[in-house]
Each structure stands twice: as C-alpha cells, then as structure tokens.
C-alpha cells in the first residue's frame, strides 16, 4: 500500500512538474514573463490585424498587439497596444514610424516599428508613435486602372493630333508636286529661269559683273586706306619740323609787307618798266631773267650737293652737327640703333607699358588715357628738370603680330607721346624726335622687348 501511495506521489509531482514547464516555455514564446513595455498607436484602417498579431522593430520580433481599441465614430481611429520586449525598446524613438505589413502578398499581417533617428529620445511607455496607413491591394488595382484609363485616353488625344498633321503633310506634298510640275513646265519667275537660257546667261553675266564690281571696291578700299597712311605720315611729319609756326610767322610776316605795298607800289612799277627795257646789246629783260634763272638753278643744285657732301665729311660734320643741320624729326631706326650717341647707357630713359598709357577708341585708333598723361609728367620729372632743356628722343615699341602693324603702331605711339610733351611744356620741337623700333629696343639698355614707349633724354655733350 505504501509503495503504491509513492508511485501515486512521485507520478503527481512529475505531472506538476512538466505542466510547470511546459507552461514556462509556452509563456517564453510569447514573452509573457519577460519584461515588456506598452507602446500606442493609430490607424484609421488597421487591414486585417487582430489581438495577439506580432509586432516587430527593426525586423526583429519584438511582441504583439496586446489590445485594440474600437473607435467610437466612424471618422475615429483603431488605438492599439504595442506591448514589445524591454531589451529593443532603446531602438524605439519618438519618431518612429509604425506601419502595417504582411509576410508575402496575402501572407499574415504585422505591425513593424521603424528604428528611429538617433538624436530623438527614446519611446518611453504609454509613447503613441506616428503611423503611416496601409496600403490595401484594392487601392493598388484601382490607382492602376485610372492611370490606364487616362493613358489611353491621352493616346487617342495623340492620334487624333497626328491624323490632322498627316492630313495636313498630304495637302503639303501635293501642292509641292503641283509647283513642282509647274516649274518644269516653265511657269512662273523660277520655271522661266529653269527654261530660258537666255536669262539664265543674263543673270551669269550680272554676278560676274557684281564679282568684279566687289574686286574693284575691295582693290579702292585698299588704295584709300594706303592714302591715308601717307596722309597721316605727312602729318605727323609737319607737326614734328614744326611747321604749324612757321607759318604762323610767315602770316605776320606777310601782314606787315602788305602794309608797305602801297607806299613801294609806285617805285616799283617804276623800277620795272626800266628793268624791262632793253640792254645795249638790244635784250630785253625777260630774255635776260630767263637766262639768270637758269644759271642760278644750276649754281643752286650744285651748292646742295657740295653741301650734303660737306655734312657728311669727317672734319665737317661737327661743325653742322652744331649748327643744327642734323634734326631729330629725321631719325631713322638703323642708324639710331648703331649710334653710340643715342645708345649710351648714361643716356636718362623712363619706360612707359602701352596697357596703362594707351586706349583703343571708337575707330579701331589709339589715344593717351589719362593715367598715361600722369605718367608722362612723372616720368619728366624724374628724368630731371635738365630733360627738356636738352635733346628729347621719344622711342615708340609694339608687340603686334606682324611687322608692318608693329611699325605702323610704335610709329603713332611715339607721335602721341611726343606731341602731348609739346603741348604740355612748350618744348621745341627741333629738341624733340620720335623713331619707331617695333617690338625691340636698341642693344645696350638692357631690354630685350617691349610694349609701349620709352622717353629717352640725351645726356649733355661735355
């Protein structure tokens, strides 16, 4: 009997003790005895869910649906209780976003909680988090269906359209052939041209003549633009001999003698009808003017050449050196960069850059700005109040491509230059030249290129 008591015991306790168990393992799945925190949200739609659904965060199974609350009226929302385990709680932050999902297309629904950012606070509980409604498949079909209908009614918009162009083109093509035949046949302005070959020989002719006629224009513009150059170096080459006064001088020289005319008027009619009579030897007097002149022609010519030829002897040409027969207005680039005179180092220069002293105007020309007119006036002063007392040599440089436009732009740079310093300080003008030396400065100063002008003042002859 008392074993029997035992067996019945040891066999209650055994059914206790898996019971126990079995219900600790069921309890564990579910996580009924782990710690847990309650978490809410809404939807107006929950699309299937029910009480006990599973909840994940991040992916990871995390609880389940522990309650839903009914709403009371129909623009109401579903409050459900998200009861999740403690340990993933830290991945839940208040702008985590719950969604509804399903395993597959038609598989079980479950919430998913999205892992917030990391600068929001943690979800505590009773925290109702964001939600974002589901979308249904239904909803999916029908979005689907309206964007077919409107795609097709869009494409019969768009055959509708392109019936009327291909209509249109039709009439387009047709009426091209009808011109189209018309032209062959010899209608109308451009047929006839086709037909005629009278007028198409004409109309040859006529752009012929208008290419020749373009040759002719281009060969005057050239001529024109030749002319001006010289006109533009004769010029220049008055302004530098200073001419301009001399002429001013020889008007008040003329306004004077026009004073004495009438009271010499009568001497002078006088004068002449004895001079033009005749000599003893029966000659009058144009016969012995005539004769005059010619031998003083020939005398004069000959005094040129001897003199000329007296400049340029060796114990002469001091002596007219210093009587001013040579002239800065007649410089000529080779000889000035070979003569020691001008190349002497001790020679005063002041270097002016063309960007700063030069503007292009409206006419394609060149002009002082009036920085470069400062900087003339400084680079006086610095070369000495001695500079414009002795002679000034004004050396024009350009760095243009060819030469001929590098000569043609030294040359009126230097002209420039020069005619601003005879303006502003009323420097002599035979004290005063200009050369053109393109882009390359004279050997000895230094400088193997530039661009602009160089003021170069002689130093005093000892």
């Known amino acids: 009997m008392r074993n029997h008591n035992v067996t019945i015991g040891i066999f209650i306790v055994s059914g206790l003790a898996l019971f126990t168990l079995v219900l600790f393992t069921i309890g564990n799945e579910h996580k009924a005895f782990s710690p847990h925190v309650d978490l809410h949200t809404e939807f107006a739609n929950i699309s299937g869910l029910t009480k006990g659904s599973d909840v994940q965060v991040a ?238 022609t020939e005398t004069t010519g000959n005094m040129a050449a001897d003199t000329e030829a007296l400049k340029h002897e060796f114990f002469f040409k001091g002596f007219f050196k210093h009587r001013g027969y040579y002239s800065l207005a007649d410089l000529d680039p080779t000889t000035y960069r070979n003569d020691r005179v001008f190349t002497n180092p001790d020679n005063g220069r002041a270097w002016l850059e063309a960007a700063r002293l030069f503007e292009q105007t409206s006419n394609g020309q060149e002009r002082l700005t009036t920085e470069g007119k400062l900087q003339i006036e400084e680079a006086i002063a610095e070369l000495g109040d001695g500079a414009l007392n002795g002679p000034l040599v004004i050396e024009g440089y350009s760095s243009q491509s060819d030469s001929g436009t590098q000569l043609a732009a030294s040359h009126s740079r230097a002209l420039l230059v020069l005619h601003y310093i005879h303006a502003r300080y009323q420097v002599d003008l035979r004290n005063i030249g200009a050369v053109a030396l393109r882009n390359t400065p004279p050997p000895g100063v230094h400088k193997e290129t530039w661009d602009g002008v160089c003021i170069m003042a002689l130093k005093a002859s000892s």
Do not use: C, Y
């Open 59 to 296: 992916g990871f199974d995390a609880g389940e649906i522990a309650d839903i609350e009914v709403p009371k009226s129909p623009s109401g929302r579903f409050r459900l209780v998200l009861r999740i385990d403690q340990r993933l709680n830290p991945l839940v932050r208040t702008d985590s976003l719950v969604t509804v999902d399903s395993e597959g297309i038609v598989g079980d629904k479950f919430v998913q909680i999205h892992g917030g950012s990391a600068n929001a606070r943690e979800a505590a509980a009773s925290t109702t988090l964001p939600s974002k409604e589901p979308l249904s498949l239904a909803d999916l079909l029908e979005s689907s269906n309206d964007l077919i209908n409107g795609a097709n009614g869009t494409m019969k918009g768009v055959q509708g359209k392109l019936d009327g162009t291909l209509d249109a083109a039709t009439k387009t093509i047709n009426n091209a052939n009808d011109l189209i035949v018309g032209i062959k046949q010899g209608k109308g302005t451009v047929g006839m041209l086709l037909r005629d070959q009278t007028t198409a020989t004409e109309i040859q002719q006529a752009v012929a003549n208008g290419e020749q006629a373009t040759v002719s224009v281009k060969q005057a513009s050239a001529s024109l633009k030749h002319a001006s150059g010289q006109a533009d170096a004769l010029v220049s080459d008055f302004a530098s001999r200073g001419l301009g006064g001399k002429v001013d001088q020889t008007l008040l020289s003329a306004r004077g003698a026009a004073g004495n005319l009438d009271s010499i008027s009568g001497q002078l009619h006088q004068t002449m009808t004895e001079a033009l009579g005749e000599d003893g030897r029966g000659v009058d007097a144009g016969g012995n003017i005539q004769q005059s002149l010619s031998n003083l």
